[in-house]
């Protein structure tokens, strides 16, 4: 079983639609948790990082639920521009290598 | 600089040949990562370097590849003897203890 799991999609959603993705991690031990987006050809780079009481920055929402071992990213009102792939990244137990899911491609249609 | 330089940002080799990637980390981020990513694929860790202690390199697919972090800065990831399935995207990663992970724009590495 991989430490990190993603459904790969593709989520094809239309604009203005709200798309969630959820990523769960297999060590009970992690401490920290984020959300990278990916454009094609692109570096992964920080969206946000995950707290345990959730959070929100704009028209994302993400969230822990630590019994479950998983997270999620609420994307509200999608954007053209939203569209990429979306990792999801877990940091900790016994290291501080942060080990990523495969990511989920969203495709934002006109 | 102000981000993670990567270079080269394009290489193609022969099969058989070694090769050198290069990183250099943002000034003053004492931790360093390095990934790669097969086309399609997530990214897959393959070793990190934390200021002076011993590296974590469990990611690390074969003898074939090894890494050095010279004088806590800059790191060069070597492979040996490169075979097909090692093209990939071969990105550096690092931060500070405060910081988020910066990426590089990686290295494209294609084996022919």
């Known amino acids: 079983r991989k430490e990190v799991e993603q459904d790969p999609g593709p989520f094809n959603v239309p604009e203005g639609a709200t798309v969630a993705f959820n990523c769960t991690y297999s060590n009970s031990a992690s401490q920290s948790f984020f959300w990278y987006r990916q454009d094609c050809r692109k570096e992964p780079k920080l969206l946000m990082s995950v707290y345990s009481s959730g959070n929100e920055d704009g028209r994302f929402t993400a969230q822990l639920n630590r019994a479950s071992q998983y997270i999620s990213l609420l994307i509200r009102d999608s954007k053209l521009s939203d569209s990429a792939t979306y990792l999801c990244a877990v940091k900790g137990g016994a290291t501080n290598k942060l080990i990523f899911g495969t990511g989920t491609l969203l495709a934002v249609q006109p | 600089g102000a981000g993670v330089s990567q270079s080269p940002s394009n290489k193609v080799t022969e099969k058989g040949k070694d090769v050198e990637l290069r990183c250099d980390p943002i000034?003053?981020?004492?931790?360093l990562y390095w990934y790669r990513q097969s086309l399609g694929q997530g990214l897959e860790f393959l070793i990190y370097f934390q200021g002076n202690s011993a590296p974590d390199k469990s990611g690390l697919p074969s003898d074939r590849f090894s890494a050095e972090r010279t004088g806590g800065s800059v790191s060069t990831l070597t492979i040996q003897r490169t075979q097909q399935e090692d093209s990939a995207v071969y990105l550096c990663a690092s931060r500070t203890d405060s910081a988020g992970y910066t990426f590089g724009s990686g290295t494209r590495l294609t084996v022919v």
């Open positions: 000034s003053g981020h004492t931790a």
